[in-house]
């Protein structure tokens, strides 16, 4: 620090202060919401300590069957299996297409190098209508295949690691090459235990990122059986105004976010490197 | 063990830029070779060539009696060594050291004995559960070169492989090399910039410029007969003086002798330049600078008509001062001529 | 564009290993987004058995069509609020951690977790908090006099938009404001004090125009978010109402399309925006490029 001035370190903190209590208040809401009972929510003014009913509200959560939706447990099934196939699809074919890209030199190189890029431009949003099309020509309506599979493409993952293996000296694989090791066991010995990190990274940002999906889920799934967890939430919210069941719903809600929260809170670092990396 | 035999060999990189022109090279069985010459002149890219780390347009190039024009890098059974020593970085040094090995299938056995031996030769037996960027620079060229040595292979290429060191270092290490390399007696093909390096280690030299040979010999016969006024200003340090005959015929004017015809060019090693009189080609200067390097001097002489400044060594401390005057002879029988078009020796 | 000085000598491998996602780009994304540019101009009959070239008439017909020009306004509104209060607090944001030493840590895990929390929890989040029977903040509001009701009234609704999906997006801008800030060198700042400026001077005049690349990029995702991703904060709220007042041209595409069925409009209002994204992503790229020079 240049010069240490009281003043300045204490509106440091308020100023600090301020925006934590900014960003943690409509969670604490829902916190609060999801530990009280039914009747004190709707008696006008909304209690701001907790009560003693979380237990029951998660209990019923977990238990109650509501009309339109599926069960509070399938849903996290689904929304787990979402959000680990993408994950896992996304970071298996964007690495071995950067490996072809950066590691071998072939016709057409640069056409896949733009095609890939061409996604960067192309949101669901922009093709919702033609894309559903796609997936019910093929029919992959209400299932995993169709969740998952047209997401997985990824210009960003394949971008991160051609970056990479751009920054890995040359002769680490022409000193495999004299060792000999050929392109599939230079990748398996040497090329994906040096990114490790990066996958790691990825894996995070990755995974919020799949639980987070809400409009594909929504065109692609019109059996409850696959639904995720936002489109429950969100389909149990649509309904509270007639029917005022906060205190579940906020505990429902809480706890379709805690997956990813706490991922971002103890992995930190990893989620860090994963979002500003993806971004360069 | 095996001869290496170039052939004809030429690179013609995209765009037609010609990186190798035409080049013959045999290197006999157990020699060490040096290659040497500026940067982009194209030893890396012949050692790479060698390696099978870039293809050949033309010629052929053998390990042994093999033509291995379009063999893979491993399959030429050679062993290299990188300037960045391109240590896999997430494996420990004995995992280094026994890559190459497994990928051969080499037995257990013999991979454990192989490694063992080569670290006991470099010193390296303590750091072999290290991983590579818990080491040194000096010890991690050791592993480099252990990662050739366990390979037994028919030679090693080294690629500049001293010039991440620092002085020092770099002075032990050679001497090293050289010591490893006579006592393994593995053919070996050693591409450097720095000519000091160069000399010393070589059993015979190879100078290279704009991807031709310019000459190859023992280092001593290049230093004492340059065959061309590039290996004559690139061998020996300080370098040269090279002084154009028009000017000097000016300046020296009866102690000038009379050179074969075609010479248009002097050259001079500083250290066989003579302060005082004597025979020779007489001339007398201004000292500018004067570099006291500790067991011999260099002055930077100012000759007036000459556009250049001349260099000369002399042993101990210097016997003048700057802005001196000096006079000194050039002795004929130190005299190199050349010809400036051709850029070759007149003898 | 660059490979390895040298590279392996495979023939067929290469194309083994773009396959996987080149297969699922062309069949999910390229070919879709050559469906919409194509169905854009032309017409199906009411049975779907025949369709016929109409050339631009749909987009004639968008461009005069008042819900969607209103639709480009609102939208234009709420990307620049958005954009403009989620920089705005995460600048401040980021400028306070970058001043303390230890405790900046603390501050940054408490700010950056609303990251993942998903655009549809951050809408219901703010819809309860807004909610006129039970919400906390109608009921505060109530003592100013402002009788809140986001489903009746547009501005309302909008406002609980707007602050839904600016919230939701602090985190992000927070992060990549800090680490521009940690990146401008320290003694600059030394250099600027000895000359005698004081720390809001020093701000504006050494540290903000050096920020500069990260607001701008940070301009261009913020813009790109706030058309795209907030989707799920619309629908999990007002649903683009009441009476189209929240109705952004991303939840268009969607209600037209998806729940309206008229194919011709939806489709040219997709590739609009796909021009505009296309737009988007090379000033963004362009400026990647100039950055990489440094």
């Not at chain 1, 594909?216 to 967890?229: F, M, R, S």
């Not at chain 3, 309302?156 to 985190?171: C, E, F, P, T, Y």
């Not at chain 3, 004090?193 to 050494?206: H, N, Q, S, V």
Request: proline share 5%; hydrophobic share 50%; aromatic share 10%.
């Amino acid at each position: 620090m240049v010069e240490n001035r009281p003043w300045l370190t204490f509106l440091t903190h308020f100023v600090l202060i301020c925006g934590v209590v900014i960003v943690v208040f409509p969670v604490y809401i829902a916190l609060i919401a999801s530990t009280h009972g039914p009747t004190a929510l709707s008696s006008g003014m909304m209690p701001l300590l907790p009560g003693a009913e979380l237990w029951n509200n998660v209990v019923q959560v977990l238990t109650e069957q509501r009309r339109g939706v599926a069960p509070f447990w399938l849903m996290a099934w689904n929304s787990l299996w979402m959000a680990i196939i993408i994950t896992v699809g996304k970071i298996a074919i964007s690495i071995i297409s950067a490996y072809a890209i950066v590691y071998f030199r072939f016709p057409g190189r640069v056409l896949a190098f733009w095609l890939i890029f061409i996604t960067l431009m192309l949101p669901v949003e922009v093709r919702i209508i033609p894309t559903f099309a796609v997936v019910a020509n093929l029919g992959m309506l209400n299932s995993y295949a169709g969740l998952t599979i047209p997401l997985i493409a990824s210009a960003t993952a394949t971008f991160l690691f051609r970056q990479f293996f751009m920054t890995i000296p040359d002769e680490m694989m022409e000193a495999a090459r004299v060792d000999g090791a050929g392109p599939l066991k230079f990748f398996r010995d040497i090329l994906l235990p040096l990114s490790r990190t990066n996958i790691a990274a990825l894996c995070v940002i990755l995974f919020i990122y799949g639980w987070m999906q809400y409009l594909w889920p929504l065109l692609v799934t019109t059996d409850p059986k696959y639904y995720t967890l936002m489109m429950g939430v969100k389909r149990m919210a649509a309904v509270a105004d007639a029917d005022p069941q906060w205190n579940t719903i906020m505990a429902a809600v809480v706890m379709a976010m805690l997956p990813p929260v706490l991922i971002v809170i103890f992995m930190q670092r990893l989620f860090v490197k994963g979002l500003v990396e993806t971004e360069k | 063990m095996a001869s290496i035999d170039l052939k004809g060999v030429r690179k013609v990189y995209q765009g037609n830029v010609t990186a190798i022109h035409a080049l013959d090279l045999s290197i006999a069985d157990g020699e060490l070779v040096v290659l040497v010459g500026p940067s982009g002149c194209g030893k890396s890219t012949l050692l790479r060539m060698i390696a099978g780390l870039e293809t050949i347009t033309d010629g052929t190039i053998s390990i042994g009696e093999d033509v291995v024009n379009k063999k893979e890098p491993a399959e030429r059974d050679i062993a290299m060594v990188f300037q960045n020593y391109a240590l896999y970085p997430h494996m420990s040094v004995r995992q280094n050291l026994e890559y190459g090995l497994k990928n051969r299938g080499t037995p257990r056995d013999e991979i454990d004995r192989r490694v063992n031996e080569a670290a006991r030769i470099l010193e390296i037996t303590p750091f072999l559960d290290r991983k590579p960027r818990q080491l040194s620079g000096g010890q991690r060229q050791r592993v480099a070169m252990g990662r050739a040595i366990v390979r037994q292979p028919k030679a090693f290429l080294f690629d500049e492989p001293l010039s991440n060191l620092d002085a020092k270092l770099r002075g032990q290490m050679r001497i090293e090399i050289r010591r490893l390399q006579r006592s393994l007696k593995t053919t070996s093909v050693y591409v450097t910039h720095d000519q000091l390096e160069a000399m010393t280690l070589a059993d015979r030299l190879v100078v290279m410029n704009g991807g031709r040979i310019e000459q190859v010999g023992k280092p001593i016969e290049l230093y004492d007969k340059p065959a061309s006024l590039f290996v004559a200003g690139f061998i020996g340090s300080p370098p040269m003086n090279l002084l154009p005959i028009a000017a000097l015929q000016a300046i020296a004017g009866g102690t000038m002798p009379n050179l074969p015809t075609g010479t248009d060019i002097v050259g001079i090693r500083p250290d066989e330049v003579v302060v005082g009189s004597g025979e020779g080609i007489a001339l007398s200067g201004t000292v500018e600078l004067i570099e006291p390097v500790g067991g011999e001097s260099h002055l930077y002489v100012r000759v007036e008509g000459l556009d250049q400044t001349l260099i000369l060594v002399q042993q101990g401390r210097a016997s003048v001062g700057e802005a001196d005057k000096v006079d000194f002879v050039l002795p004929l029988a130190a005299l190199h001529g050349f010809n400036k078009e051709s850029g070759l020796r007149v003898d | 564009m660059d490979t390895k000085r040298t590279v392996f000598p495979s023939q067929g491998l290469p194309y083994l290993l773009v396959a996987p996602q080149l297969i699922i780009t062309i069949i999910f994304f390229i070919w879709p987004a050559g469906q919409a540019v194509k169905s854009s101009f032309e017409r199906e009959d009411p049975f779907g058995l025949s369709t016929s070239f109409v050339g631009l008439l749909h987009y004639l017909r968008l461009f005069q069509e008042p819900d969607y020009l209103a639709s480009v306004g609102r939208t234009a509104l709420f990307a620049l609020a958005v954009t403009i209060i989620s920089m705005g607090l995460a600048l401040v944001l980021a400028v306070a951690v970058n001043r303390l030493i230890r405790a900046g840590t603390a501050y940054s895990t408490m700010l950056l977790w609303p990251y993942a929390v998903s655009p549809v929890v951050a809408g219901i989040l703010w819809w309860f908090i807004f909610n006129s029977s039970t919400g906390i903040l109608p009921y505060m509001l109530e003592f100013f006099g402002l009788d809140w009701n986001h489903q009746l009234n547009g501005t309302h609704a909008m406002i609980l938009i707007i602050v839904a999906a600016s919230w939701k997006q602090i985190s992000y801008n927070f992060l990549f404001f800090l680490a521009g800030l940690q990146s401008v060198p320290q003694s600059l700042n030394e250099a600027a004090a000895i000359d005698g400026a004081g720390p809001f001077k020093r701000f504006w005049t050494i540290v903000f125009p050096l920020l500069s690349p990260t607001t701008f990029f940070l301009m261009i995702v913020n813009l790109n978010y706030t058309m795209f991703d907030t989707f799920g904060v619309i629908d999990a709220t007002t649903a683009g109402g009441p009476n189209q007042a929240t109705n952004t041209l991303v939840y268009k595409v969607y209600t037209d399309g998806y729940i309206g069925l008229n194919l011709g409009s939806s489709s040219a209002q997709s590739v609009i925006l796909m021009l505009f994204v296309i737009v988007l992503t090379v000033i963004q790229f362009r400026y990647v490029e100039r950055r990489v020079q440094y």
